[in-house]
């Protein structure tokens, strides 16, 4: 287990030695290649991971083109909530920019992890609500700010994806045209 997520689980709650030896023996590494996908649509998502190297991008289908929804880089986690949660379906897709090193959690060992330490839901909840954030931070940019205006949050606040993206996704992220992007880009 990296040292940034025992520092993260660390500074959420007090875990035991104990704890967190079974947190790690809970992981699973999985390798996700450039171009191959954490989760497709159609699929239910078992999994949430922490990437602990690369990029994945989220992202749905409307009418065959891809509308990014979301980003995640190392010391970040993965799923698709509403399918994990649910055990529907995903109508998202969950796809590698980059070779991506994660570190998963089967949604069947995360109930074993409640089950044998209730503070585990702390951690579960905490997260939740990050990406609760996140997600009513973006919408609300894309529906109150200017292009401009969103493009200098995105800039500030992730300013590893603006090297790392394809600048149509982040365009698309962003809800502007590439083209209005790259004036954006040399102002």
Known sequence: MSDQLIAAIKSIDDFSAEDLEQFRNALEPIFIPKGEYFLKAGQVSKYIGYIESGLVLYYK???GSEIPCDFAIENEWI???KSFISGTESDMYIRALE????LALSSASIGELFQAQPKFMGLR???TDLAFMKSNSHALNLA???AKERYDIFMKENPELIKRVPQYYIAAYLGIKPQSLSRLRNH
Do not use: A, E, G, M
């Open 61 to 63: 289908l409307n009418d």
């Open 125 to 127: 909840n905490y997260y």
């Open 144 to 146: 109150s700010l200017s």
């Open 79 to 81: 799923t698709y909530l």
């Open 99 to 102: 070779d991506t090193q994660v």
